[in-house]
C-alpha cells in the first residue's frame, strides 16, 4: 500500500515578490511656498459698482434716499435746538436769581445797612483826610484804608454805637456772601451780577480786608471768603 504524501509547505513553493511586485514607493508631501498675501486679490472684473440711490432711474429709490436724508437732517437740527433751548433756560433762571437779589438789596434792611457803612466811611474820611497827599501810592492808600476801616469798627468810630453798626455791617457781608455764593455756583448770572454789585463788593474789601484778616485770624478762618473769591475771579 502506498503511503500518502506529506502536506506541502505553502512558503516551500513560493518566492518573495520583487520591488517592481510590490507597487510604486510614497510620494513624499510638497510644501507650499511662503507669501506674504493671505488672500489673493480680486480681480477688478469681479468688483460691481453699486448703484447711487441718489442718482437712481427708479424713483422709489430716489425718494426712498432722499427721504432717509431729510429724516437724518431733521434729527440733527432737533438735538441742536434742544440743547439750545436748554441752554437759554437755565440762561433765563440765572437772570431771573439775579434780579431776586436786585430787589433783595434794594429793600429797606439793606438800604439802612449801606447808609450806615457809608456814613460811617464818609466821616473818617473827612477825619483823616489829612493823611494821604495829592497822589499816594497804591501801598499808602492800602495802609490808609486798613486804618479806616480797623477805625471803623470800633467805638470811635462814628456816631452810630458799635453794636448797631456791627449789626449792620454783618448784614452787608452776608449779602455780599450770598451773591458771592450764587455767582461762584453759576446759579446766578455773572454779567448781571458783576454790574450790580462787583464795585461795591471791591470798595468794602478795600476798607475791611484788614478787619476780615484780623477775624480770621481770632478763629473765623472762613470770614468773608466768599467775597474774596468772587472778587479774585475774572
Not at 437755565?90 to 431776586?100: F, G, I, P, W
Amino acid at each position: 500500500m502506498n503511503k500518502p504524501a506529506p502536506p506541502a509547505d505553502p512558503a516551500a513553493g513560493t518566492t518573495p515578490p520583487s520591488a517592481t511586485e510590490a507597487g510604486p514607493p510614497a510620494k513624499k508631501k510638497s510644501l507650499l511656498p511662503e507669501t506674504t498675501e493671505g488672500l489673493p486679490w480680486p480681480s477688478n472684473h469681479e468688483i460691481k459698482k453699486e448703484s447711487n440711490p441718489f442718482t437712481d432711474r427708479d424713483w422709489r429709490m430716489w425718494l426712498y434716499a432722499w427721504s432717509g436724508l431729510f429724516v437724518r437732517f431733521t434729527i440733527i437740527l432737533g438735538a441742536i435746538f434742544t440743547v439750545y433751548q436748554f441752554l437759554a433756560t437755565r440762561e433765563q433762571a440765572r437772570v431771573q436769581r439775579t434780579l431776586e437779589l436786585v430787589e433783595l438789596w434794594e429793600k429797606s434792611e439793606y438800604q439802612d445797612a449801606q447808609r450806615a457803612l457809608k456814613q460811617r466811611l464818609s466821616g473818617l474820611n473827612e477825619k483823616y483826610a489829612s493823611l494821604i497827599g495829592a497822589n499816594p501810592s497804591e501801598k499808602e492808600l492800602a495802609v490808609y484804608y486798613d486804618r479806616i476801616g480797623l477805625e471803623a469798627l470800633t467805638e470811635n468810630g462814628g456816631a452810630m454805637p458799635l453794636a448797631e453798626f456791627s449789626e449792620q455791617f454783618d448784614r452787608i457781608v452776608y449779602f455780599l456772601n450770598r451773591v458771592s455764593f450764587c455767582v461762584e455756583g453759576a446759579i446766578c448770572s455773572k454779567q448781571i451780577a458783576d454790574a450790580y454789585f462787583r464795585d461795591y463788593a471791591a470798595s468794602f474789601w478795600q476798607y475791611f480786608a484788614g478787619y476780615i484778616e484780623r477775624q480770621r485770624k481770632a478763629g473765623a478762618s472762613s470770614y468773608a471768603r466768599p467775597i474774596e473769591e468772587y472778587l479774585k475771579g475774572s
